[in-house]
């Protein structure tokens, strides 16, 4: 609620003074977040398709839509991996001073008002909310979206090095549980193989299809899964399995797995 009453306060500020085209009229400094990306949103559709499920993507697609999808996955085995598609297809939210909305909470105004104060973000809204209740200049304009480009820049290293952490640990871990079987799901399927999540821990790793030895699997690239040659046997996204790890390599973060018969 701070977070969006600041900026429905700067929304007023620019209102009354009837100039609200001028971009140096109280500029501030927004989190936006840009509709997504419709090809990897018919991805995910395509994904969920063959398991039952409907999930129509358009040029409309609101918030709404992709909640009730989330929604219908919730407590099933295929939760976590449908989650992390539906982010994966999500823009990348940004810090800026032109107000484009935020399209993931719905919200048309919106600034980290709150962290708190963990971002350098917050700090600049709270500089220019205090200059501008003092009736002075805050930043311009061309500031705050040299600031927006380093910042937002800055958080997508940042997160990019928390999720190559977490992956490091995961292959440490496993590293010293080879041999050992666990149960998973499918969580994406290419020509070369099968994603598995372990349940237990959601990590991360890859079936070759070269240890498929129990036939020969053809990539099927509308139904998104590997289908046997002569026993018709289909990998695709949410299948349970039960697999063993038998190979680690932590300097390039891969986890190598088998099935288990």
Do not use: W
């Amino acid at each position: 609620m701070a977070n969006r009453t600041v900026a429905r306060l700067i929304r007023d500020l620019r209102i009354a003074s009837k100039e609200e085209k001028d971009k140096d009229l109280f500029p501030f400094f927004y989190r936006i977040h840009d509709k997504p990306d419709m090809e990897k949103l018919q991805n995910v559709q395509e994904a969920v398709k063959p398991l039952g499920i409907q999930f129509d993507v358009h040029q409309n697609i609101d918030p709404k839509s992709i909640n009730e999808l989330l929604k219908k996955v919730e407590g099933t085995h295929i939760e976590m991996t449908v989650n992390d598609m539906m982010l994966r297809a999500m823009a990348k939210a940004e810090y800026h001073p032109d107000n484009v909305g935020h399209f993931g909470l719905g919200f048309k105004n919106y600034a980290h008002f709150t962290s708190p104060i963990r971002r350098y973000p917050d700090v600049v809204v709270h500089r220019l909310l205090k200059s501008y209740k003092a009736g002075q200049p805050g930043y311009e304009y061309r500031e705050l979206k040299k600031m927006g480009e380093h910042c937002s820049e800055r958080e997508r290293a940042a997160v990019e090095a928390e999720r190559e952490s977490v992956k490091l640990k995961q292959v440490e871990y496993l590293s010293q549980h080879l041999g050992e079987e666990f149960d998973g799901v499918v969580s994406g399927v290419i020509e070369n193989g099968i994603f598995v999540t372990l349940e237990q821990m959601y990590c991360e790793g890859m079936v070759r299809v070269s240890d498929l030895k129990d036939d020969y699997y053809e990539y099927d690239e509308k139904q998104h899964c590997l289908i046997g040659r002569s026993h018709g046997v289909k990998y695709q996204l949410g299948t349970e399995v039960r697999v063993k790890v038998v190979k680690t390599d932590i300097k390039r973060r891969h986890i190598d797995l088998v099935l288990v018969d």
